[in-house]
Nanobody, 125 residues
Framework: QLQLVESGGGSVQPGRSLTLSCVVR????????IGWFRQAPGKEREGVSC???????DYLNSIKGRFTTSRDSVTNTAYLQMNGLKFEDTAVYYC???????????????????WGQGTQVTVSS
């Protein structure tokens, strides 16, 4: 059974860091693209970063240089390292997977077919 389980969210002050984890169960993390998304209240879900099966990454322009996505094939876990957090980064963060053959990863929700339950990130002073 395919399952994605996020963790690592929390409440932090601006400028601080958080690392989100996405444990993948039911398939090898390196076989398919993984995306990170976020959704703030009243806003559409937006792609934050992704990593392809080949290890290529892509990022939302507004978070480039602050967020880094990576994966660990031993633990079958994807990570989103978030540095220099801002108020506008407050959202529920989701990881997602596309279980199919594709060389690229993609930053649109429709590019993915399996989703985790989400983890809340709140940036406040």
């Amino acid at each position: 059974q395919l399952q994605l389980v996020e963790s690592g969210g929390g409440s932090v002050q601006p400028g601080r860091s958080l690392t989100l984890s996405c444990v993948v169960r039911g398939f090898s993390l390196e076989s398919y693209p993984i995306g990170w998304f976020r959704q703030a209240p009243g806003k559409e879900r937006e792609g934050v970063s992704c990593i392809s099966s080949r290890g290529n990454t892509d990022y939302l322009n507004s978070i480039k240089g602050r967020f880094t996505t990576s994966r660990d094939s031993v633990t079958n876990t994807a990570y989103l390292q978030m540095n220099g957090l801002k108020f506008e980064d407050t959202a529920v963060y989701y990881c997602a997977a596309f279980v199919g053959t594709r060389a690229w990863c993609g930053l649109r929700p429709e590019h993915y077919d399996f989703w985790g339950q989400g983890t809340q990130v709140t940036v406040s002073s």
